[in-house]
């Protein structure tokens, strides 16, 4: 892993990546710095840390859109695949790399303390959780970015695919609350939550069927298919609990507390979760690379 670390901060720098980032990181950061505390002279931060998430969803794309697309388009994952290292590892170096840098973009948060110090004493354990928050938050979307690079080798679709990803991350309150449950149960009022889902999980089976047989019996098929019935069933079945499930796996919502600095234990565990779980999603792509 530690060869795989060190070739990938190398390459940020051998490359315009990570210059572009950390240029577009400050500049970004410099201007909410500018205008929600130096013109205000206030010494409060959380703006400026709730905005940075906004410029993450933008920035961290073209962070990740290299890690392992990249691999793929030069044909050497192959050589990276066969080689003595675990696919864990292959992943652990990446991320980690992609993560000293974005966390030397955060870094600048701390100048921007000291600055307003000079004029009075900022509550630095407000700064400390709202560092925190940052640095958890960033290591969800980069793992989402990794995830997102590793299923294309084109780098420009990676970081499409990987900004809509995480805008809908950041809108999953809105998009619970939008969800037409409702128009699907009254289509059938006369019936049960359970039987609409009975319903309607047969006439995706026969969709699902139907496209199986037509794109040459496909697996994929199979599980999205299986994944499309789960996620109905829920929110049939669950009803007028969605939106608060929504809001629940929202990122915006899990973060919003540290920009206060509330530091709460189970949206720390929820961002490493995020982070282990998009990895881990990763590895199980390279693995089915690798013996395809």
Known sequence: MGAIFRREVLSYFTSPIGYIFLAAFYACSAVSFTN???????????????????????????????????????????????????????VAGKFFAAFLIYAMGVAITLVYAVIVSAYAEP????????????????????????????????????????????????????????????????????????QVTVIVDVVIAAVAAAIYFAAGRRPNTVIIAFVAMLVVSGLLIG????????????????????TYGLFDLSNVLFFVSAAVVFLFLSVRVLEKRRWA
Not at 45 to 70: K, N
Not at 244 to 256: H, N
């Open 36 to 90: 929600n505390s130096l013109s205000h002279g206030t010494t409060q931060l959380d703006a400026i840390f709730g905005e940075l998430m906004i410029i993450l969803i933008v920035l961290i794309p073209i962070l990740t859109m290299r890690t392992l697309s990249e691999e793929k388009k030069n044909r050497t994952d192959q050589c990276l695949l066969t080689s003595p290292v675990s696919l864990g590892g292959i």
């Open 123 to 194: 509550d630095w354990t407000v700064i400390a959780g709202n560092i925190t928050g940052l640095l958890l938050l960033g290591a969800a979307f980069i793992a989402v970015g990794m995830f997102c690079s590793s299923l294309t080798e084109n780098q420009v679709v990676s970081a499409v695919v990987s900004f809509i990803v995480m805008l809908a991350l950041y809108l999953f309150t809105t998009i619970g609350e939008v969800i037409p449950v409702d128009f699907i149960r009254n289509i059938f009022p006369t019936l049960a939550a359970w």
């Open 239 to 258: 009803g007028d609990k969605v939106p608060e499930v929504f809001a629940k796996l929202s990122f915006w919502e899990r973060y919003y507390g540290f």
